[in-house]
């Protein structure tokens, strides 16, 4: 029987090989595009990334700066610890248990401690985990006999902050903490890292980049499984500089002492002429070496963070009624106004009625017939509520704002102090800051009580250091300050005239 051939068939498989070549002429022109690609357009930057998959940078935290005091005494100084790490990718597969027995065994660190610490993970630390801080030189000593069985384990050195004189000037000093992820996003780029620590408050905050010093690092090569094979380089970190301050430790001590003992207060102390501040206390007040501890519990925390004395507040800038004190600023506003020059003599008695209340004298009978200095060194109530309510609201903030007052006073640390409050007829027409307009009128018993420094007057004890200053130096108001630096605190920018007559300022002294 005769089979007839197919010519479809036939042309078809005269077709494939010409398909096939076709196909893997695709498929290589394919590759080498590809590795053209990879290699011409884009070689540097994929060798960039295999190096960065290759290499890493152990980093080394830079020592703080010291703070020292005008004489060069240690105020804040870095100590350094020894802790214990995990390496976990130096620790081979398994061998965790066997480990951490024979840690707990050899350090008297209770296993569960450790196991807790390994749980819970580096982190952003990548390469190690911090398994107990603070370890003694006995438990150094005896890693150290026995670290070259105990792969994966590690002893090192940390540097952590240390104030040697604890709670004093523990608001002016401030204190650090390590920074928060959120800190971290916009602080990376100044070169800061996740382990880093920045400071919170007073000194160490206003002079952190002066302090803080810079990292340093070992860079070293490692496999495919993240262990390391050598080391390539090593960095040293820079350490941060030394600070002088102008506090004056002796009498820092000294105002420290002033104060202990009582329920609240605080104690300015400065240069008059400069503005330099020789002493800054407050109390209650708080050990700052807090915030050097590597594991604090929630209970130390809140019993510093939601005590209800609030020892975190710094007295000295926020603002209570000055009384007595605030009356040389009424006294200014009377003879700068011009109606009660420096020779005026009021008669003074028990008490003054203004409105439906009769303002008591402090001894109950008054002292007679006198002028400004009798009046300022017996401090006569009656005598200046008639001085206050003679000139008025306006001529007394005016007299305020002259000396510094509703205003920060410049110190370096201003972001923690209060603008306090003057109050006068046209705040009191806004509300008085916590009712609507017009239902809080000005009247005679505001202008009494802001006469003597009493209800609608809230100052800082630091602006009346700073006010007092102007009667002391001849008339200049300054600008406290911590630390001189390069600036000069005596140039028109930090130090102004005040617009008072001589005679004003003569009486007010004498």
């Given at each position: 029987m005769a089979i007839a051939s197919n010519p479809h068939r036939s042309a078809g498989l005269q077709r494939q090989p010409a398909i096939l070549l076709g196909l893997v002429l695709f498929c290589a022109s394919a590759m080498v595009l590809r590795l053209g690609w990879l290699q011409l357009l884009h070689g540097s930057e994929n060798r960039e990334r295999a190096d960065e998959n290759?290499?890493?940078?152990?980093?080394?935290?830079?020592?703080?700066?010291?703070?020292?005091?005008?004489?060069?005494?240690?105020?804040?100084?870095?100590?350094?610890?020894?802790?214990?790490?995990?390496?976990?990718?130096?620790?081979?597969?398994?061998?965790?248990?066997?480990?951490?027995?024979?840690?707990?065994?050899?350090?008297?660190?209770?296993?569960?401690?450790?196991?807790?610490?390994?749980?819970?993970?580096?982190?952003?630390q990548e390469y190690r985990i911090e398994l107990a801080s603070e370890l003694t030189p006995e438990q150094v000593l005896r890693f150290r006999e026995q670290a070259s069985d105990l792969r994966g384990a590690q002893v090192d050195l940390d540097v952590v902050r240390s104030y040697p004189h604890g709670s004093l000037g523990a608001?002016?000093?401030?204190?650090?903490?390590?920074?928060?992820?959120?800190?971290?996003?916009?602080?990376?780029?100044?070169?800061?890292?996740?382990?880093?620590?920045?400071?919170?408050?007073?000194?160490?905050?206003?002079?952190?980049?002066?302090?803080?010093?810079?990292?340093?690092?070992?860079?070293?090569?490692?496999?495919?499984?993240?262990?390391?094979?050598?080391?390539?380089?090593?960095?040293p970190s820079k350490a941060g500089k030394d600070l002088v301050v102008t506090l004056d430790l002796p009498l820092q001590r000294a105002a420290e002492a002033a104060l202990k003992g009582k329920p609240g207060g605080a104690i300015v102390a400065l240069n008059p002429r400069t503005g330099a501040i020789l002493a800054l206390a407050s109390r209650p007040t708080f050990d700052p070496n807090f915030f050097s501890k590597l594991i604090t519990t929630q209970k130390e925390y809140d019993a510093l963070f939601s005590n209800p004395k609030k020892p975190l507040l710094s007295r000295a800038m926020n603002p209570y009624d000055p009384g007595s004190t605030w009356k040389p600023v009424t006294a200014m506003a009377g003879m700068e106004s011009g109606q009660f020059p420096p020779d005026t003599k009021l008669h003074t008695t028990a008490c003054i009625t203004y409105g439906g209340h009769c303002f008591?004298?402090?001894?109950?009978?008054?002292?007679?017939?006198?002028?400004?200095?009798?009046?300022?060194?017996?401090?006569?109530?009656?005598?200046?509520?008639?001085?206050?309510?003679?000139?008025?609201?306006?001529?007394?903030?005016?007299?305020?704002?002259?000396?510094?007052?509703?205003?920060?006073?410049?110190?370096?640390?201003?972001?923690?102090?209060?603008?306090?409050?003057?109050?006068?007829?046209?705040?009191?027409?806004?509300?008085?800051g916590w009712t609507d307009p017009?239902?809080?009128?000005?009247?005679?018993?505001?202008?009494?009580?802001?006469?003597?420094?009493?209800?609608?007057?809230?100052?800082?004890?630091?602006?009346?250091?700073?006010?007092?200053?102007?009667?002391?130096?001849?008339?200049?108001?300054?600008?406290?300050?911590?630390?001189?630096?390069?600036?000069?605190?005596?140039?028109?920018?930090?130090?102004?005239?005040?617009?008072?007559?001589?005679?004003?300022l003569q009486t007010i002294r004498e």
């Open positions: 290759r290499i890493r940078l152990l980093a080394r935290n830079p020592v703080r700066g010291r703070i020292l005091d005008r004489h060069g005494q240690v105020l804040v100084s870095s100590r350094l610890i020894y802790s214990l790490y995990l390496q976990p990718k130096d620790l081979p597969q398994g061998t965790w248990p066997a480990l951490r027995d024979r840690l707990s065994g050899l350090l008297n660190i209770p296993q569960k401690q450790l196991e807790q610490r390994k749980r819970r993970g580096p982190g952003k608001h002016t000093l401030g204190y650090t903490q390590p920074i928060t992820e959120q800190e971290y996003k916009v602080l990376a780029k100044r070169g800061y890292k996740i382990r880093d620590r920045i400071g919170r408050i007073g000194v160490e905050a206003a002079y952190e980049k002066h302090l803080r010093g810079t990292w340093g690092g070992q860079m070293v090569e490692v496999n495919a499984m993240g262990e390391i094979q050598r080391v390539l380089g090593d960095r008591p004298d402090h001894n109950g009978a008054g002292f007679g017939h006198i002028g400004y200095a009798d009046a300022l060194r017996f401090s006569s109530n009656t005598f200046f509520y008639q001085v206050g309510v003679g000139v008025g609201s306006k001529a007394l903030k005016q007299a305020a704002d002259q000396l510094g007052f509703q205003q920060k006073t410049g110190i370096e640390i201003g972001w923690e102090e209060s603008v306090g409050l003057v109050g006068d007829e046209d705040w009191a027409a806004r509300g008085r017009g239902t809080t009128p000005w009247i005679p018993e505001d202008m009494a009580s802001a006469s003597i420094g009493q209800s609608v007057v809230q100052i800082t004890p630091l602006q009346l250091a700073r006010a007092y200053a102007v009667f002391a130096n001849g008339g200049w108001l300054v600008t406290p300050h911590l630390a001189a630096g390069d600036i000069d605190w005596m140039s028109p920018e930090h130090r102004t005239k005040v617009a008072m007559k001589p005679s004003t």
